[in-house]
């Protein structure tokens, strides 16, 4: 229909010229009638509960990586000459990011191991709350899309591994790849308790730019719907 | 609340935004649903959905005129759902109808879907419309963006209802002279 896409274009014209011709009847904050005011405020607090889940205020961060050469080895240059790239990702209010000066051991409460350039994620009392990295992925015909053959590095080891088959759950899925969160997990053997323990994680893999990240969060440090936001807001960028 | 402070809230994250969106900007959102779609019903989930929508862009949008932002989002989403409710024969006749009057300004043989994006179109409907002199240009925007009846902006701008025909008929046709001209007609 022609006269359509007239109709649709006049839609992005420039908002001034919009702002300008508004009729007088719709001014902002002139008030809808009652009955009309109370169903929109119903509907207004319904979509508040929907968000609270993502109450907590979130900062944006970008992420550059290789965040430098730290770490780097003759072994992992293949990871570090990788194309710069960007990753945007918000986190709580208040969090900061801190490059991770050695590699951490698996009694420490977030490990992200087999990750490379990491950063700590550390909250508003300075305590280590997560940690993100990331690695390169080959792409292998006929499962370019298989999380087990895209997070290879972190998903197959017996005591640590993040689990992209049983908790694996996709949250945002775009042209060039997945976001998803899964449990992360740690064997007795390595918890360093007698027991097996569980961290959250999100991964997120970019399939033009064969790169994936990994977050991993303590237990308890997040609900699922912040972790859900964090995921949600996690976009790669190309420098 | 001031719309620099508003679009403030939901850089924050802050679910006041919602709150603080629908106090001021509800009647708008919903004013330009309803003109589309003339049901109440539908005109609240456009503009529930407009409010998701705007959460959802800032950030990373930081809109210039708040106002206009939401009425944008507001106005696609209401025309995909009339589109959708036309194909059922209900929505409003008022959309129809701005639409033969639009279809005026596009000769016969052309498709202007196929002849641009909508990019293009909106860009050419910029410089169109910031030429024509201020009176013109609100009847227009009032006509075809706010899809109110000749009879009301009449009324609202305080013309006879057939000088505001008469404005529209001029500016459609100089309209249909700018598209050919820019290559948007045959």
Known sequence: MKSEALLYALTDIDEGLIAEAAPQSLAAGKGAPRRVRKRLLLAAAAALLVLAA????????????PFSGRGRTSCNAAVYDVAPFRVEVQLPSGWTLQERADA????????????WSVLDIVDDKQELAGAIGYNTYEKYEGAEDLPAAIY??????????FDVRDSYRVVKTSPCGTTALADVYYSAVVSGT???????????????????????FAGGRLDEGQLEAIAQSIRFVAK | MEDEKIVDLYWARSQEAIRETSDKYASYCRGIAFRILRSAADSDECVNDTYLRAWNAMPPHRPSVLSAFLGKITRNLSLDRWKK????KRGSAQVELALDELAECLPAAQNTEEAADAGALAQLLNGFLAALPAEKRRVFLKRYWYLMPA???AREMG????????MLLRTRQALKGVLEQEGFAV
């Open chain 2, 159 to 166: 013309l006879p209802e057939s000088t505001v025909r008469s």
């Open chain 1, 194 to 216: 007698t027991t097996e323990k569980t961290n959250r994680g999100i991964v997120s893999y970019d399939r033009d730019l064969s790169v994936y990240i990994a977050a991993e």
């Open chain 1, 54 to 65: 993502c109450a907590a205020a979130f900062r944006l961060f970008n992420i550059p990586f």
């Open chain 2, 85 to 88: 409710l036309h194909a059922q």
């Open chain 2, 151 to 153: 009879k009301e902006i």
């Open chain 1, 104 to 115: 951490q051991s698996f009694n420490d409460h977030v490990a992200l191991s087999g990750m």
């Open chain 1, 152 to 161: 290879s590095q972190i998903a197959l080891g017996n005591d640590y591994h």
